[in-house]
């Protein structure tokens, strides 16, 4: 079988939608974030394979899972995060989530309702900011607006590359029942541009996904480390620059992804907005202390 490395797009961390383990987060936890990060891409990867067949690719995510578990060695990123979470005595849990999810990738082609798409999510998505969390030691009282950002993120992803997963995958994460509301059909999804039923199918979910960013408000103030807090809070602006694209653009024929510009500009709006959030969160703590 051809080695999990072989298998690699040329994907990395710094070309992703949102930062990963920026200069922001604190260098001791940078390197189990990363050897997760590695891990799941590589995973994620071999899901989305141009030529491998659907065997194969499971076969490959069976693998990866089985090193991760210490049933063996073969594959070098499942080693490295298996390291990694020995050594913080973390779960493999996140990451299970995580090939969970790319086997469904392999074999689930549609979704038929937004709780469908919701509980994809919870595999191909909220473990990711979950395992960043335990990283830092964060409570679990911070995973409801993780989950609703990441849920989020992934949604963004999959509206803003809805045309070439359905071109090249023959994969929809539109769920099929907001295609049939508006009155469009999966095929409208592979035209050069977006007839107005499936238009208005694709800005109605921008804007049940804009919706799940209000319902992580409050996740980066309620967050104990000071770093993480200001990443999140960049995540959380870019998310909302980006879900403003989509809700006003036409993401089969438009360009619905941040230029650098703008992710320099949401950067900066983030780590504003963090710092000032968690300013007014010790004033609070302050008052509250001093009322006592």
Known sequence: ???AAD???GKGHRDENF???SVLINPQHRGPILAFYEFVRTADDIADHPTLSSAEKLAHLDALEADLLGRGD???VAVRLRAALEERKLSPRHALDLLAAFRMDV????????DELIGYCSLSAMPVGRFVLDVHGEPRSTWRGNDALCAA???NNHLQDCHADYCNLDRVYVPLDALAAAGAGVEDIGAARSSPALLRCLHGLAHRTAALLEESDGFAASICDFRLSLEVAVITAMARRIVGL???????SDNVHLTKTAVAGAALAGVAAGSLS???RSRLAAGLSRGA
């Open 19 to 21: 930062p990963v383990a």
């Open 1 to 3: 079988m051809i080695a």
């Open 107 to 114: 074999t689930k082609l549609r979704y038929r309702d937004w």
């Open 74 to 76: 073969g594959n070098a």
């Open 246 to 252: 989509l809700a006003g653009r036409d993401p089969l």
């Open 7 to 9: 298998l690699r797009s």
């Open 153 to 155: 993120l992934q949604i």
């Open 278 to 280: 968690r300013l007014r």
